[in-house]
């Protein structure tokens, strides 16, 4: 049997809308494991945002940063920072707007601003505390993503002021900022590559506007039932909502599992 891989997306595919990660989705990727399935997380978070879902699911791959930094069984195989001159012009004109912004390495984020309503509301979404400050962490480390904080249409005017970054909205009050080009399909590509997994045995699991290239990139695309119209539309399978086992559903009917375990 050729060996397979699994992408799943965090939020809304492994966590339920109420951020918590199900003992069936637990269950269902440990049979995955076992029947010799590499699962890895596809997500646009830093990896020290979910370690502890990395723990709990024993899973050493993943697609970080929307597919900046990427991780095969422990081993990052491939790292696409973002330009520190361009993101010095970004950041300019974020502080000329009073719009504040977040740095992320892979290890660590740190905030431009203190005590930023925007910043609170994102990240409390996530269940993450507002970061340390430090405006000048940007000239310090190889960042693979920033968060930039702003309302609706005033992220167009960021898109042509710096055409080297892609910007994808994930919150009300938050944009995702990312090497031009980057996302989670050229992620997963480097970690087939590096698995040796051909693209027809190649999974992908999501719901959000980021989850839409990967889904459409992967063997077999998979929306949950709470995914996006967007994403819907370029998947190869819809499940069911999160919230009713759609993850579990949609791994049992593809023949992912050798067993049927689940009733």
């Known amino acids: 049997m050729n060996k397979k ?20 989705t637990i269950q269902v990727i440990k049979e995955l494991q076992k029947s010799g399935v590499y699962c890895a997380i596809a997500t646009g978070r830093a990896p020290f945002m979910f370690k502890d879902i990395r723990e709990t699911l024993n899973i050493e791959s993943y ?3 929307n597919g900046q930094y990427v991780v095969f069984e422990g081993r990052p195989v491939y790292k696409n920072p973002l330009s520190i001159d361009h993101l010095k012009i970004l950041f300019s004109e974020a502080q000329k707007n009073n719009h504040p912004m977040v740095f992320m390495n892979h290890e660590e ?16 979404s996530l269940h993450f505390s507002y970061p340390e400050i ?14 930039l904080f702003c309302e609706g249409d005033e992220i167009e005017e960021y898109r042509k002021l710096n055409l080297d970054f892609d910007y994808i909205r ?17 992620g997963i590509k480097q970690m087939i590559e590096s698995a040796g997994v051909a693209l027809e045995d190649t999974y992908a699991f999501g719901d959000g506007l980021n989850d839409i290239e990967m889904i459409r990139e992967a063997g077999t695309g998979v929306a949950m039932g709470n995914a996006v119209p967007e994403t819907k539309a370029v998947s190869d399978y819809v499940t ?12 049992k009917e593809l023949g992912l599992l050798d067993n049927e375990y689940i009733k």
Request: charged share 20%; aromatic share 10%; glycine share 8%.
């Open 5 to 24: 891989i699994a992408f799943f997306d965090i939020d809304g595919t492994l966590l339920n809308h109420q951020k918590e990660l199900p003992v069936e």
């Open 63 to 65: 697609v970080s940063f």
């Open 109 to 124: 984020m740190k905030a431009s601003h203190s005590e930023q309503h925007y910043i609170n509301e994102s990240l409390g």
């Open 134 to 147: 430090d405006s000048t962490f940007y000239n310090k480390t190889d960042l693979y993503q920033s968060l």
């Open 170 to 186: 994930w919150h009300q009050f938050s944009c995702d900022v990312l090497p031009k080009g980057g996302s989670k399909a050229e």
């Open 240 to 251: 069911a909502d999160v919230n009713e086992g759609g993850l579990v559903k949609a791994i």
